[in-house]
């Protein structure tokens, strides 16, 4: 079998691995990464948080994006029955970008893929990653090209982004199960048809369900007219549903008078698909040369959009420990990795909790919140989990406990 070698072996080119191989390009790096895809390929995770973009930057790839004409996003708006609050992300506690993009991302990963490229990196698509080997004093994989030949290669360093695909969680046993209950969502893409005024497309809507508070909708505006429209609920809520997805999801979002009026006119001309039990979680998010990006690591829920924004996180975390370890200096990836980044992961956490307890929904839908409290609650709308400065993210869970009291008296 061909064998062969490289500094830093990624496996996968979505987020987390297109912008970790532009940091350790930046860094100089030599950088092989290997996608099972051929790109451009659908997935799922189109609305981005003002945070992301700080990674997007940092990792030399902003103009990619910005020239790209993603949707505009400002903000947040949610809906329930005759309810509606919407926050704006440039008014928010903490520093940092407020504005972002929502993005179809076959194109959005695309891009970064490229701009990686364009950097320097190597990127195979349509190579699957099959096996690995991190008992030895480099990690190897095995992997198969689209001529179905094998090979290995041998890295000084192994980055698993592979999201939902979770190459080394299941090679490793390193999978535990989510506390979340098994949820699942129903999506597709539609030309939305909603006059203009109809709602700000600057920014992503969640509708909660009119009876059932843990049920909600989202619809994430493109640029192009159309619009991302799915529905996240408990497995067997779903399986109440008769019918194709597509059946399926235009049943449910029926039962919310003010989104089926808001898509009266939608044209509905993609079949819907279907994802369940996507929560996830690891034992460890790093072993002896090796580290676990994005999705391969801990997934949480969609509702806060902050998938993307952990996996750029992630690989941000994950560069700058191999900058040290390639400078010689020392690098405990317990202390200096999987901890700073489980801290935001926390904060989300917290409020995703309660937002399906439906204390936060009742946070958010308060007419009297104080303007400041609302700057802070957007700031981790926008993705800031992870600033300590923030009274919502350093005491996330006591904070957020007190507010609800407050908000349900
Ligand atoms: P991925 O985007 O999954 O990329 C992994 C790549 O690895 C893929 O290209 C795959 O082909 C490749 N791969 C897999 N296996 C192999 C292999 N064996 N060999 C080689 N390559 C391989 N996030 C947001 O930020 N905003 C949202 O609005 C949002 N909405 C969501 C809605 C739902 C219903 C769900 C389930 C998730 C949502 N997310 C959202 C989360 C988002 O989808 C993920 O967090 C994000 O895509 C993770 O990026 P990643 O780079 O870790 O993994």
Redesign the pocket.
């Known amino acids: 079998m061909k064998s062969e070698k490289t500094e830093i072996l990624i496996?996968?080119?979505?987020?987390?691995?297109?912008?970790a191989a532009g940091l350790l390009r930046k860094q100089g790096r030599e950088v092989l990464v290997?996608?099972?895809?051929q790109?451009p390929?659908f997935?799922?995770?189109?609305?981005?948080?003002p945070q992301?973009m700080e990674y997007i930057e940092a990792a030399g790839m902003l103009r990619d994006v910005v020239e790209a004409g993603f949707q505009y996003k400002n903000g947040a708006a949610f809906v329930r029955g005759d309810k509606f609050t919407d926050f704006d992300f440039r008014e928010k506690f903490s520093p940092g970008w407020g504005t972002t993009y929502?993005v179809q991302?076959a194109h959005f990963?695309e891009v970064l893929a490229k701009a990686a490229e364009r950097m320097g990196a190597t990127v195979r698509y349509r190579?699957?990653?099959?096996s690995v080997d991190v008992d030895g004093e480099q990690p190897q994989v095995t992997?198969r090209s689209p001529e179905g030949e094998t090979y290995r290669v041998q890295a000084r360093f192994l980055l698993d982004?592979?999201?939902?695909?979770?190459?080394l969680p299941k090679l490793l046993k390193l999978e535990t199960p989510s506390n979340f209950p098994m949820r699942?969502?129903l999506?597709t893409h539609v030309e939305d048809r909603v006059a203009p005024g109809g709602f700000d497309r600057n920014k992503?809507r969640i509708t909660v369900h009119p009876e059932h508070v843990h049920v909600w909708y989202?619809t994430?505006p493109f640029s192009n007219g159309r619009c991302?429209l799915?529905v996240?609920a408990k497995r067997e809520f779903l399986e109440q549903y008769q019918g194709t997805d597509t059946e399926r999801l235009k049943a449910i979002v029926a039962e919310d008078p003010s989104l089926s009026s808001l898509l009266k006119d939608a044209v509905w001309d993609t079949p819907a698909r279907r994802?369940v039990g996507?929560a996830s979680n690891v034992k460890s998010l790093w072993g002896r040369n090796f580290a676990l990006?994005?999705?391969?690591?801990e997934?949480l829920?969609?509702v806060f959009?902050?998938?993307?924004?952990?996996?750029f996180k992630?690989?941000s975390l994950a560069s700058d420990c191999l900058a040290r370890t390639f400078a010689g200096a020392p690098v405990d990836w317990e202390r200096d990795y999987a901890v700073p980044l489980k801290a935001g992961v926390d904060t989300f956490r917290t409020f995703v909790e309660s937002w399906y307890a439906g204390g936060f929904q009742q946070v958010l839908f308060h007419p009297n919140a104080s303007p400041e409290v609302r700057r802070m609650i957007s700031a981790i709308l926008a993705g800031y989990a992870w600033d300590k400065n923030n009274p919502y993210v350093a005491d996330s869970k006591r904070r957020l406990g007190v507010l609800e009291t407050l908000c349900a008296t």
């Open positions: 496996i996968g080119a979505g987020p987390a691995g297109s912008v290997l996608e099972r895809e790109f390929r997935s799922i995770g189109e609305s981005l948080l992301s929502q991302r990963d190579h699957e990653v099959l992997a982004a592979s999201g939902f695909g979770r190459v699942g969502a999506f992503i989202w994430i991302s799915g996240v994802i996507y990006l994005g999705n391969a690591g997934f829920d969609p959009s902050s998938g993307v924004t952990i996996a992630s690989a």
